[in-house]
């Protein structure tokens, strides 16, 4: 079992911005893969960023890249996404997530069907 609690949503101007974290807890946080996904009103879930279980390999869907980072503390387990020059087309809320099928892996996914736990999210708004 991995239990995930995100934090640091809220509300933004465009241009802003934020960062959210996420701390695991439940099994070896250093050997799994974290993905954030975020969704809006009416809208599917949608595939934002993924960092490996060493940080060594990350992706990112286009509409963010360039403006996000996504990182990883293994001592803190915790695994952060970085948001700047956000727009509001940003707003949404973002969910922390860990695939930990594919422990030691250098693998990330970019579909939430290849994610086992969740968090509960975090709401982010960004107005124009």
């Known amino acids: 079992q991995v239990q995930l609690v995100e934090s640091g949503g809220g509300l933004v101007q465009a241009g802003d911005s934020l960062r959210l974290s996420c701390a695991a807890s439940?099994?070896?946080?250093?050997?799994?893969?974290m993905g954030w996904f975020r969704q809006a009103p009416g809208k599917e879930r949608e595939f934002v960023a993924a960092i490996s279980w060493s940080g060594g390999n990350s992706y990112y869907a286009d509409s963010v890249k360039g403006r996000f980072t996504i990182s990883r503390h293994n001592a803190k387990n915790t695994v952060y996404l970085q948001m700047n020059s956000l727009k509001p087309e940003d707003t949404a809320v973002y969910y922390c997530?860990?695939?930990?099928?594919?422990?030691?892996?250098?693998?990330?996914?970019?579909?939430?069907?290849?994610?086992?736990?969740w968090g509960q999210g975090t709401q982010v708004t960004v107005s124009s």
């Open positions: 439940g099994r070896t946080f250093s050997t799994y893969a």
């Open positions: 997530t860990a695939d930990v099928r594919r422990m030691g892996s250098d693998y990330v996914g970019v579909s939430q069907y290849e994610y086992d736990y």
